[in-house]
């Protein structure tokens, strides 16, 4: 159960040797202090996982003997993403590790007009980047190996709807005071095999942003009190997973 | 919408004067900057909550003339009490936070063997106290008139069966590895009014901890990945209110 896991995208053959990308190697060598003849786990990001042998550990990296594949924790059937707008300063990192831990499929972050940054300066601060690298932190941690994709972050309404990579059926998360959002159990209960959910950023949806949404997807309501943005996300996946049977 | 929401355990009938609470007074005059004039809302944390006018702000309080009955965010139909085994500095605060905002009935504070304090130490740091403070402040954040309770933390397994608050039917929380636990769609789908909801600390429960919890209620696995502890409560009671269609 307390093996280290590490994320090789190239691990793919049980017999090969992978040499772990160099995030991955500092945190064996440096954070758990393993070396040469210690017993890990390796998983490649696209659902497969292995037993492994550290093979070598020096400056010039850490490589792995890749052995048996072994069971990492199962997937969800449903293949959600997660379209969230883009939170101030560190929640966004929050939500994407929590959604990375509850099983989402991918994060496609969006920018609505009260989102308070822009993607110019989501570019130069390599904020898509950042989450990826805390996917790969919470799929180690909670067992997937799986890691979802940071889609690149787009306007939303958006300017083409090639834009979004948003699978239908898209269901767009909005404030229980706003009356036109219906709660899960006016929600198909077939079960499909993708969705999306769409989560706004602090100061809520504006109006034509309601509408626009509309016109995408239906407009859902999870309880009767305010959740923090922060929290929405999570909620409301574990709502949709529950109601679809996952859980 | 955008009233600022002040709690007062003594606002009960229309038509009263109302002195707030130390904190409450702080947060109307220094956080807010409103005086005497201004239009509030107040709540008495039992489930009503009046329209409110300031009538006397000065260094010896803060007083409220209380208006008409107005409503408050609907409390769920079922009343759950999270029985969270105390987890480590401020990550107990998020789950109080969290289990507020999201609706639950009452929070129950248990010491487990894997639990990193003792109800000495707690006590000392009056951290119910603190945490009483907590579920005030979620309650104005999130619309509900109703404060829930904090109960005086106990030891998990208690010394005797009337030591915990946890009312019937209890479910306890268990990692996805332990096989024992059902998933939700083994649940009975009968709404009860009350329920437990009983969540671990950061090692999870001992072995014997698990027997015990066996003989006290039903134990359930959320999901297939493995879950941060402090995210654990929010995860669960969201599944749970969606199971019963709260949600």
Redesign the interface.
Known sequence: ?SVARFFAPAADVSGDRVLLPVDEAEHLTRVLRLSVGDRVRVFNGRGAEFEAVVDTADRSGVCLHIGAPCAP??E?RIAITLAQAVLKSDKMDEVVR?AV???VAAIQPILSSRTETSIDALARGRRRERWQRIAVSSAK????AVVPPIHEPQPFPPRSSSELRCPQPVLVLVE??LSSGM???GLDVAIPDTATLMVGPEGGWSAEEVEAASALGSLIT???????AD?MG???L??L???W???
């Not at 999870?222 to 923090?228: A, E, K, P, V, Y």
């Open positions: 159960m924790a199962p969800p929590d831990m509850i099983g941690q909670c067992g997937r229980p005071a709660s899960l159990g999870i309880g009767q009190r305010t959740l923090r929290a999570l909620v409301a574990a709502a997973f529950t109601h049977r996952e859980f």
